[in-house]
């Protein structure tokens, strides 16, 4: 299971563009499955997680990456969002308020996951996502939620 004590996040440890990609499918399978059974979370690879705290920093901070979602929404409700692409945004949404990263390898690896695995298979859905995480990642910058993240 996961380690709380562990202070490493997945950023911290080297992996080849491919083992990232890999891991954020898995996380974004967890967060998929978290929106169907919220308290029955299992954990998928359970040897990556005992090192990486990611998965639970999520959880432990749905509603506040929520709010700064639905608040880049215009006209449009986080519940109307199909779940494959709630869970790429909540974590890319994360990833940005980390701030390990560069905003623009964030958005652009969630814009490929969004291609290869949305359901909705379609330029708008990708151009819908593009422009909500520019949205968020603009409203970032000029507000301090990542106080708010908790550690």
Do not use: G
């Amino acid at each position: 299971m996961i380690n709380p004590q562990t202070n490493l996040h997945y950023h911290q440890i080297y992996m080849s563009p491919k083992k990232m990609k890999e891991l954020r499918v898995k996380i974004i399978n967890n967060l998929y499955q978290y929106d169907f059974y919220h308290n029955e979370l299992q954990v998928q690879n359970p040897n990556i997680n005992e090192k990486i705290v990611l998965v639970e920093q999520l959880i432990n901070n749905i509603v506040l990456i929520d709010n700064i979602i639905q608040k880049n929404l215009y006209d449009y409700t986080l519940d109307r969002l199909n779940k494959v692409d709630k869970a790429i945004i909540r974590l890319a949404t994360f990833e940005l308020m980390e701030k390990k990263l560069s905003h623009k390898i964030i958005i652009n690896e969630a814009i490929e996951l969004t291609k290869e695995y949305s359901s909705l298979n379609d330029n708008k859905q990708y151009k819908f996502n593009n422009k909500l995480l520019q949205l968020i990642y603009e409203d970032l910058e000029s507000n301090t939620y990542k106080k708010e993240l908790l550690k």
